[in-house]
Each structure stands twice: as structure tokens, then as C-alpha cells.
């Protein structure tokens, strides 16, 4: 007799061997999908320009449907991103539907709101990824919102106590180079996984660089120090696959090998299927709203060169559709682990 464990299982079982018979054939499948419902935002980031592209958006029964064929089609993870997820009165409902359909859900969010959701929150997602800038001062600073500090962490003691794992994403500019120390001491403290990743100068179009301030040299400095940090224990989220790339930087690899728009990829506010955000204006990309998602995610067109990218879920995600040993085993720990204090000092 199947238990229910199983059946509860099962699901998953059968789009990790739909991936597998992917991967072997070397054809296309939407394991992961991140789904941006809005590029609104109640905050005005220093390193950030996406609010500026704030459009159409497509509604909940639009994003629903998507999810449902997506979900058909093989997805076996939905992310969900802005913009600020939780402006929109409809999130929580997509997040819940994403969740009815057995998806491993994860949500992006500046943590400002999650109190005011957190039940409805705690019964639909897996993983909740905020931002952290650094230090009180430079966090506040750098999100041009006082008090934002306070409230991130806030969230993320909220969010642990009902058991969601938290991951945070900290996106190093000219403003806050200097706060890796701690933010990972921040990470041990209250429990979470810490991605760090480079500011673009421009988020939809990586052709435009870096923030000036991101030298190779500074990239390579940063990429040992966390290698450091991560041998001596401390809750580095990223993989050493993703820290050799990071310490490649700026040219960080070959967005021609990259599995976006392979095995994940990212669906647009206004229902636009692109390989990811990066690369949302070299091409003209299929509207899933138009042709149905699967299809679009099928024909989009993928990136034939390019210097690859450090945007920590993205290249986490291609290295493990890339069968890296390193990444899939940091994936693992990252979700059967919550960080807490060493019992060892950092060597
Ligand atoms: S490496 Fe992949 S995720 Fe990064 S910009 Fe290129 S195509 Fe996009």
C-alpha cells in the first residue's frame, strides 16, 4: 500500500525523471520558473532601476493559468520576484495556488510587508529570499528607507519561527562593499543562508557592466574571501562553482552555456518569456499571454554570447543543471540545514 508520504512524493519524483530524460536528450524543460508579478516597488534602491520599468501586469487568473501549464509542462519550482511580490492584494493567492499544485515555492521580497502576511505566507511557501545591504546604517542607507533594517530583520525572525527557511541576497555596490563580515555574522546570529552577488549598472541589460566600483580585482578579493568563510563554516550560501565564476568577473562565463532558457527561465509582469531579466532586451521574446507559456518557453530565443553573470540564483541554478557535484550538494545543505553559531572559529 502507497503511504501517503509517498504520494505526497510522487509528484516531484516524476518531474525529477521528466528533468533527468531532459537533460539526457538535451531538451528543453521549465524545471524552474521565476514568476516577477510586479516591478513595482514601496522602496527606492540605490543600485536598482527595475521599478522604473513598472507596466503592465498580467492578473491573477492570468499568472494562475500560467502556473497550471507550467506545472503540466514539468516545473517543479516556482520563484516568485519583483518589484516588491507582496504590493500586489493578489500575491498571496498565487503563492497559495503555486503551492496547491506541489511546486517548491520561493518568494523575493524586501521583508517590509511580510508581517503583516506572515500566516498566509508560513501555509504556502518554502523559502523566503530578502535583501540585506549590511549594517543598520548602510542597509537604511542604501534602501533610502529608515527603519528598513529593523523590519528585514524582523521578518526573518518571523519567517524562521514558522518555519520557513530564509535565505538573504546581498547586492555589493560602491555603498556597501565592505559589509560581508557582517552580514554573515548576522546570518549566524539569527539563521539564515547569505548570497552575495555584484550590482549591475543597469538591471535589465548586463551589457552595460557592473557598478563601476567592481573591479576584477575587487571581484577576485571577494570571491576568496568568501571561499574562506565558507571553509571555516560560516552560512555561505554560495557554491565554490559560483565563487570560481565570481572571482572570473567581469567575464564570468558564457551566457551561449548557460541553462537559462533551457531548464529555467522567467516570466515577465506583462506574461514576456525571456532566458532572465539580464538579457530581457537583446532579443524580441514570445508573450506566453499570446501563444501559451510553454510555448513560449520552448521557442524563446536563447543567448548566443555574453559574459555570463554572478546573479546568485541564477548561476546557483545553472550549475546544478550542469550536474555540478559542489552545487547540488550546497543546494542540499542550504535545505537540510539552518545555519546557527560555529562551534569553531574562522580560519
Ligand atoms: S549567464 Fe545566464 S542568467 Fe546570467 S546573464 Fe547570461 S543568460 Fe542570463
Not at 499570446?290 to 541564477?314: D, K, N, Q, W
Amino acid at each position: 500500500m502507497i503511504t501517503r508520504a509517498v504520494r505526497k512524493a510522487l509528484p516531484m519524483i516524476e518531474r525529477s525523471a521528466r528533468l533527468g530524460f531532459a537533460l539526457a536528450t538535451r531538451r528543453r524543460l521549465p524545471y524552474s520558473v521565476t514568476f516577477i508579478l510586479t516591478h513595482r516597488c514601496n522602496f527606492q534602491c540605490d543600485y536598482c532601476d527595475i521599478p522604473a520599468a513598472a507596466g503592465d501586469e498580467m492578473s491573477k487568473d492570468e499568472f494562475c493559468a500560467a502556473i497550471d501549464e507550467l506545472a503540466g509542462a514539468g516545473m517543479a519550482r516556482a520563484s516568485f520576484s519583483g518589484g516588491e511580490v507582496l504590493l500586489r492584494p493578489d500575491a498571496l493567492a498565487i503563492l497559495g495556488h503555486a503551492k496547491s499544485r506541489g511546486l517548491f515555492t520561493s518568494l523575493n521580497t524586501n521583508g517590509w510587508l511580510v508581517g503583516r502576511h506572515i500566516d498566509a505566507l508560513a501555509s504556502s511557501l518554502d523559502m523566503m529570499v530578502v535583501s540585506i545591504d549590511g549594517p543598520e546604517n548602510q542597509h537604511d542607507l542604501v534602501r533610502r528607507k529608515r527603519g528598513s533594517y529593523k523590519r528585514v530583520l524582523g521578518a526573518i525572525d518571523l519567517a524562521r519561527s514558522r518555519g520557513i527557511a530564509v535565505a538573504t541576497i546581498t547586492v555589493l555596490s560602491r555603498q556597501n562593499l565592505s559589509v560581508v563580515d557582517d552580514v554573515l555574522a548576522l546570518a549566524e546570529k539569527h539563521g539564515f543562508w547569505a548570497y552575495f552577488q555584484p550590482a549591475y549598472a543597469d538591471c535589465f541589460e548586463h551589457a552595460r557592466g557592473l557598478d563601476p566600483a567592481l573591479s576584477a580585482d575587487v571581484l577576485a578579493a571577494l570571491a576568496r574571501d568568501l571561499g574562506r568563510a565558507r571553509a571555516a563554516g560560516l552560512p555561505v550560501a554560495a557554491s565554490p562553482g559560483f565563487l570560481e565564476r565570481l572571482g572570473r568577473g567581469p567575464a564570468f562565463g558564457d551566457c551561449g552555456d548557460c541553462h537559462a532558457g533551457r531548464y529555467f527561465g522567467t516570466v515577465l509582469p506583462d506574461g514576456v518569456v525571456v532566458p532572465c531579466h539580464l538579457v530581457s532586451k537583446e532579443a524580441t521574446y514570445p508573450n506566453g499571454r499570446e501563444i501559451g507559456f510553454v510555448r513560449a518557453f520552448l521557442e524563446m530565443p536563447h543567448p548566443t554570447r555574453g559574459p555570463g553573470c554572478a546573479i546568485s540564483p541564477y548561476q546557483e541554478s545553472d550549475l546544478i543543471f550542469h550536474l555540478d557535484a559542489r552545487a547540488i550538494a550546497a543546494a542540499v545543505e542550504r535545505f537540510s540545514r539552518t545555519p546557527g553559531p560555529r562551534a569553531h572559529s574562522r580560519g
